[in-house]
């Protein structure tokens, strides 16, 4: 029998005013978000999300997207702080890869699944210690929302209603309770939000 190990699982995530986390165009339509995503305020909460996690999960696309943008940045020595720490940390950690179509990790420190989320994040918190972060992939975030299984949440709140995509909290999720850890508001307008669940 497995016990857990007091691992915590947290979730990384840009949102609209409306809730969205893409836009009208599909999964690549990030325009109302590329305003604000490299302000001083979003690179301060990039640098929050890693210190304590050991362990990325990525959706497919954000894991090919991810390991083609950062590893020269984090060789980078002209690169912001903030963004050359994060990057570090994106090669050495472990990486969990969700996919249904990749046979092996292209990547370092990477292991391929093809299995349900809640599952996967259930035995990772039983083994090892450090955060389990959901980097970015809502494919990730929402079946780990609806487990309840995330216990703190990143999110950068753009001042911008998309008018259309896709939703991160969507209806049929159980109802839970969050208490506000950290707050921070930049001179555009979006707003860095940690929340931890309540339990």
Do not use: C
């Amino acid at each position: 029998m497995t016990r857990p190990t007091g691992r915590r699982v947290t979730a990384n995530l840009v949102l609209s005013l409306d809730g969205r986390y893409n836009g009208p165009g599909g999964p690549g339509d990030f325009a109302a978000f590329a305003p604000y995503v490299s302000s001083e305020v979003s690179r301060r909460q990039m640098s929050r999300i890693w210190p304590e996690a050991t362990t990325a999960l990525l959706g497919r696309l954000n894991a090919e997207g991810f390991m083609a943008y950062w590893p020269p940045v984090a060789e980078d020595a002209a690169a912001d702080p903030h963004d050359r720490g994060y990057a570090k940390w994106l090669v050495d950690t472990e990486k969990v890869v969700f996919s249904t179509t990749l046979a092996e990790a292209p990547w370092e420190r990477t292991r391929v699944v093809n299995a349900p989320a809640a599952e996967v994040v259930a035995g990772l918190k039983a083994e090892g210690e450090g955060d389990i972060l959901a980097n970015n992939s809502s494919s990730i975030i929402k079946p780990l929302l609806e487990a309840d299984l995330v216990d703190r949440l990143y999110l950068l709140v753009v001042p911008e209603i998309a008018g259309g995509g896709q939703r991160l909290f969507e209806d049929g999720l159980p109802a839970t309770k969050w208490s506000l850890a950290e707050q921070e508001v930049g001179a555009s307008g979006e707003i860095a939000l940690v929340y931890d669940r309540a339990r």
